[in-house]
């Protein structure tokens, strides 16, 4: 059971934003037999939908997509390695996306063989800066290197919200932590947060880890905050 839950965490989630069926199909299939999990969209709009119950390990983007396009997206996609992937040849082109944030850029039509290993490249590159960055409390660990939260050895899927406010709170498990300072510090990742929301966030985030450790790890302070317990 454990060695089958620690291949399931292991597997890298791509992401693949592509309006093109045809290509995306032929992502899909071709990641899929590499052994990744593969999460899809068509729009940028879908894309930011997506990206508020998910976490993916890297980012397959196209630039041409209807509603929100890929460069508008891009900065949205802040502490996930993006790949680039479109038609545009343009070294101006390449040179903006790259200083705005994009790990790799690929032209369509493109090598198969070569993508893979631009791929194997960043996830390689994003779990040596993760590495080791392991935070535990009680029954609760999180991989900040792989996104990953188990509650008693238990797999936990967590918005990318819920995400950002736990790992504050593994972080300082003795401190009780402001609103003010919460909705601070989580901006980074979760820039779409607000005050009139934290409470529902924090609610369904102490109701996922209640529902598979059987207690709560999350206290609300009166008039303060929150902290674990």
């Known amino acids: 059971m454990k060695n089958a839950l620690k291949q399931v965490l292991e597997m890298k989630n791509i992401f693949v934003v ?15 037999r590499e052994g990744y999990r593969v999460t899809r969209a068509y729009s940028g709009t879908e894309a930011l939908l ?18 929100l396009d890929g460069k508008a997206l891009l900065p ?29 850029y690929v032209t369509k039509p493109f090598d198969t063989k070569e993508l893979l290993a631009r791929i ?13 960055m392991r935070l535990e409390y009680g ?11 188990c ?14 406010i736990l790992k504050l709170l593994l972080q300082n498990p003795s401190q009780v932590i402001t609103k003010t300072l919460l909705l601070e510090k989580i901006s980074e990742d979760t820039p779409d947060c607000m005050e009139s929301s934290l409470r529902v966030h924090i609610s369904n985030l102490r109701k996922k880890l209640r529902d598979i450790g059987g207690k709560d790890y999350i206290e609300s302070v009166w008039g303060i905050g929150f902290k674990l317990y």
């Not at 029954?139 to 939260?149: A, L």
């Open 18 to 32: 592509d309006d093109d069926i045809n290509i995306g199909n032929m992502l899909e299939e071709l990641l899929s």
């Open 50 to 67: 997506v990206l508020s119950s998910i976490r993916p390990d890297l980012v397959l983007l196209d630039l041409m997509l209807p509603g």
């Open 76 to 104: 949205r996609l802040n502490g996930i390695p993006v790949i680039v992937v479109s038609a545009k040849v343009g070294v101006e082109d390449k040179v903006d996306l790259l200083l705005g944030g994009a790990a790799d």
């Open 120 to 132: 194997a490249v960043q996830l390689r590159n994003a779990a040596a800066a993760g590495a080791g």
């Open 139 to 149: 029954d609760i660990v999180m991989d900040t290197g792989t996104h990953n939260v």
């Open 151 to 164: 509650v008693c050895e238990q797999a936990v899927r967590l918005t990318k919200t819920e995400y950002a």
